[in-house]
């Protein structure tokens, strides 16, 4: 399995479980600049090869002083290439996230949030690839690409289905997959979602339309609540033993979201 891509696993619940406050994590770059970047050398030593920068927060619609914004990305991206330098290896994707908004009908809104984000970082060169993820709203994904349209970073996009394989806004996988092949994309596929046993099936159809590189980044499921915290019920082993299923179904760009931390991404690494 020499051609699969290890990603890293979630930002948001490890950070929590260093103490770091949900709505503080956007800010990590500029507040706790070395816990982030040992949060990127936890990934790139439990066998990640490709980290993401913590911007998936990071745009206008958060974070609406632009020359706060543009520093935020800055340090994100130098505190995930400090982290690289530090280790001898790796390389840096960096991540986009849905805007947050409800209203998507202001499409020209939607579209200048993302061309803003392309603008600050498109003539960097420490960015392997740009990988917008967690997309449920298909509106939302299109203006994305629209924004990117021919930018000289590649460019990866991974959906959140629903149990269902459709999107919060209503669309099937082919239905989905016959639109986004209209642009220059280098890899599409699945994160966040239902959990690995669910992201199986949707890589499944996902293979069936799509003949490119396709990404697996599951979460670990529906926590559950415990004195106050949620707790995840997959283990590292099971989650590497569903992720080596996932692998031979096609997919090739591989990782985790929440609930994922630096032990699972090292289970999965043992099986690629």
């Known amino acids: 399995m020499n051609n699969i891509i290890l990603l890293d696993g979630a930002m948001g619940t490890y950070a929590k479980e260093k103490g770091i406050k949900y709505k503080d994590i956007p800010m990590l770059a ?15 030593s439990s066998g990640s090869n490709f980290i993401n920068a913590n911007t998936f927060r990071l745009n206008p619609y958060v974070i609406k002083d632009k020359k706060l914004l543009s520093k935020l990305i800055d340090e994100s991206l130098t505190c995930a290439n400090t982290a690289i330098k530090n280790m001898g290896f790796g390389k840096v994707c960096y991540n986009i996230g849905p805007l947050g ?27 392997h690839c740009i990988f917008i993820e967690t997309q449920y709203m298909l509106t939302e994904a299109l203006l994305a690409l629209e924004a990117f349209k021919e930018c000289k970073i590649p ?16 669309e099937n996988i082919e239905e ?14 699945s994160n966040c979602g239902d959990g690995p046993k669910g992201t199986l099936n949707t890589i499944l159809e996902i293979k069936k339309f799509w003949d490119k590189p396709i990404i697996a980044k599951p979460n670990l499921g529906i926590p559950e609540e415990s004195n106050g915290e949620l707790i ?24 985790g979201c929440c609930g994922t931390n630096p032990s699972y991404i090292n289970a999965v690494s043992h099986i690629i």
Not at 30 to 44: A, E, Q, S, T, V
Not at 155 to 168: E, K
């Open 30 to 44: 500029i507040n706790n600049r070395n816990l982030l970047i040992n949060i990127h050398k936890d990934y790139l």
């Open 101 to 127: 908004i409800s209203d998507f009908n202001d499409e020209k809104y939607i579209y200048d949030c993302y061309h803003t984000i392309r603008s600050l970082i498109e003539h960097r060169e420490d960015i």
């Open 155 to 170: 460019v990866w996009l991974s959906f959140s289905f629903n149990d269902n394989g459709s999107l919060s806004s209503g």
């Open 176 to 189: 989905v997959i016959n639109k986004v092949k209209l642009y220059d994309i280098y890899a599409l596929g």
């Open 232 to 255: 995840y019920n997959v283990s590292p082993k099971e989650f590497s033993s569903d992720m080596k299923k996932i692998i031979e179904c096609g997919a090739t760009i591989i990782g």
